[in-house]
């Protein structure tokens, strides 16, 4: 089979934890032996979130004195597909996976009209007490919006319209490669006649990068892995329960938040109703079950 799997930035980092290099490798060394399964049994394409990974890189650089003006989230984007990449690539190779595995720096065309530009959703870097958040705000002139127990940056996350590199990628799987593609959601690009690209300062959403993937690359399965188990009916309330199979018609993406768990329901509904193939959504920690159907939540056309 051939298999899309987003990993979610947050599974790298989970919430609460702290943004050391250290701490991300451990949650990618604890889930690359069953990547590595997965990989050495199917063709496998690894599409990665880094929303806390370019917050915090963002921060760092509007607080750089030697730059005259903080680098663009494009940029950012490009450095968090090399970071994580690396990661990914030296994670599996020393889980034992035998195949060849290569990180493509990904351009992501978008559309410099999306009206997401004008209300940012995506959120990114760490979460802070509401009245941090509003503070770092008005000096830094940030959007924030609330994240569960906490509050936290958000950029504009439009919609993908293509994928650059889709064909190097193709190319790539047919001959036998693990392809880390679109990581971060892919470097935003607008394109201007005669296909010229420019970055643009967004973070396109993985999970909807993942399904339009798997859909151009014709893939059998779309996995998209975060830190809980299932998509949850009632979050965050003492009446919450994990939703373990689900047809689209019964999935409403606009129930569930626009800036986490919206975007996975919303990509699994557009990969399945789209193409009829299947899409999961579960924890990282559970990988291997999550592929094979017996975790998360599964779903499917009817």
Known sequence: MRIVVGLGGNALLPRGEAP????????????????????????L??????????GMLALESAGDPALSRPYAFSELVAETQGLIGYWLQQALGNAGLTRPVVTLVTQTVVDPEDPAFADPTKLVGAVYPEADARRLAATKGW???????????????????????????????????????????????????????T?????????????????????????????VAAVMTDHGTPQQRPIRH???????????????????????VQ???GTGGRAAIGSLDEVADVVAGSAGTQVSRD
């Open 246 to 268: 689900v047809g689209v018609r019964n999935l409403d993406p606009a129930v569930f938040a626009a800036g986490s768990m919206g975007p996975k329901v919303g990509a699994a």
């Open 45 to 54: 394409v690894l599409v990665h979130g880094n929303g806390p990974q370019v």
């Open 143 to 197: 959007a924030v919006r609330p994240d569960g127990d906490g509050w936290r940056r958000v950029v504009p996350s439009p919609r993908p319209t293509r994928i650059v590199e889709i064909e190097t990628a193709r190319t790539l799987l047919q001959h036998g490669t693990t392809v880390v593609l679109a990581g971060g959601g892919g470097v935003p690009v607008v394109e201007s006649v005669p296909t010229t690209l």
């Open 271 to 273: 990969f399945v109703t």
């Open 199 to 227: 970055g643009v300062d967004a973070v396109v959403d993985k999970d909807y990068v993942a399904a339009m993937v798997a859909a151009r690359l014709g893939a059998d399965a779309l996995v998209l892995l975060t830190d």
């Open 20 to 43: 050391d290099a250290a701490v991300q490798l451990a949650h990618v060394a604890r889930a690359a032996p069953a990547l590595a399964r997965v990989a050495e049994d199917h063709e």
